[in-house]
């Protein structure tokens, strides 16, 4: 069996092929133009796997991948236990903020104590931080166009992803607090690390020299 790497389409796709690209690895399918699922490279004992960004610690935990690329904050709501996580990649980089309608008080509404309604598809990372802050909040889970919930009224404040900010511009947001820093790691089935040390380990030193150079 090769060594199995899992991938999601678009950014994180993109943003691994350079670092492969530096060890002379290429991936021999373009995932835009074909249908496959599982993507041959130049090397024999190495495929890629495609799976939804949020499927990638799913596939790696049970080890239908032995390694995988996957966001931090799909690590955090997914739970981060029995992965092995060694590498930061530094690729699709961005930040999970807090923020509102241009026109709502979030500073007031804080500072007065009240329960502010909060959408968003980020749950866990999104409870932790206003738990630490000690505000109040009713969560409201979303799976997409969390801009959207401020401005039908379905909530007072979204937790979402932000990267240019213009997403939250153009829907007449603004950005009230940063959570945190958010960027793609590299994430390990524990087993194939004994089972498969080698060939496993061999990989890691691959990306771990790419993000380096
Ligand atoms: O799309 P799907 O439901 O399959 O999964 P996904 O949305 O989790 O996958 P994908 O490929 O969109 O994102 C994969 C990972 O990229 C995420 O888990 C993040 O770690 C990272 N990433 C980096 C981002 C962004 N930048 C980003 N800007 N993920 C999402 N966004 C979205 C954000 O949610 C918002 O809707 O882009 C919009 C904001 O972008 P700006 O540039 O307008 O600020
Ligand atoms: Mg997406």
Same mark, same amino acid.
Do not use: W
């Given at each position: 069996?090769?060594?199995?790497?899992?991938?999601?389409?678009?950014?994180?796709?993109?943003?691994?092929?350079?670092?492969?690209?530096?060890?002379?690895?290429?991936?021999?399918?373009?995932?835009?133009?074909?249908?496959?699922?599982?993507?041959?490279?130049?090397?024999?004992?190495?495929?890629?796997?495609?799976?939804?960004?949020?499927?990638?610690?799913?596939?790696?935990?049970?080890?239908?991948?032995?390694?995988?690329?996957?966001?931090?904050?799909?690590?955090?709501?997914?739970?981060?236990?029995?992965?092995?996580?060694?590498?930061?990649?530094?690729?699709?980089?961005?930040?999970?903020?807090?923020?509102?309608?241009?026109?709502?008080?979030?500073?007031?509404?804080?500072?007065?104590?009240?329960?502010?309604?909060?959408?968003?598809?980020?749950?866990?990372?999104?409870?932790?931080?206003?738990?630490?802050?000690? &505000?109040?909040?009713?969560?409201?889970?979303?799976?997409?166009?969390?801009?959207?919930?401020?401005?039908?009224?379905?909530?007072?404040?979204?937790?979402?992803? &932000?990267s240019t900010g213009s997403?939250?511009?153009?829907?007449?947001?603004?950005?009230?607090?940063?959570?945190?820093?958010?960027?793609?790691?590299?994430?390990?089935?524990?087993?194939?690390?004994?089972?498969?040390?080698?060939?496993?380990?061999?990989?890691?030193?691959?990306?771990?020299?790419? &993000?380096?150079?």
């Open positions: 069996m090769p060594i199995t790497l899992a991938l999601s389409k678009g950014r994180i796709f993109d943003d691994t092929l350079p670092l492969l690209a530096s060890a002379g690895i290429e991936v021999l399918d373009d995932p835009e133009k074909s249908r496959k699922l599982i993507l041959a490279t130049n090397r024999p004992d190495l495929r890629v796997v495609l799976v939804r960004a949020s499927d990638v610690p799913t596939y790696v935990q049970y080890g239908g991948a032995d390694l995988g690329v996957a966001g931090k904050d799909v690590l955090i709501e997914h739970g981060e236990e029995g992965l092995y996580q060694p590498l930061d990649l530094k690729i699709a980089r961005c930040r999970m903020s807090v923020a509102v309608r241009a026109d709502f008080d979030y500073a007031s509404a804080v500072r007065q104590g009240s329960r502010i309604r909060v959408a968003t598809k980020y749950t866990q990372i999104a409870r932790q931080h206003f738990a630490d802050k000690g &505000v109040h909040v009713d969560l409201i889970k979303l799976y997409g166009s969390m801009e959207l919930a401020p401005l039908t009224g379905l909530a007072d404040a979204i937790v979402d992803l &932000v997403t939250l511009k153009a829907n007449n947001l603004v950005e009230v607090e940063h959570i945190m820093d958010i960027s793609s790691r590299l994430v390990v089935n524990q087993a194939a690390l004994k089972l498969r040390r080698e060939p496993v380990r061999a990989l890691i030193d691959v990306f771990g020299k790419a &993000v380096g150079a």
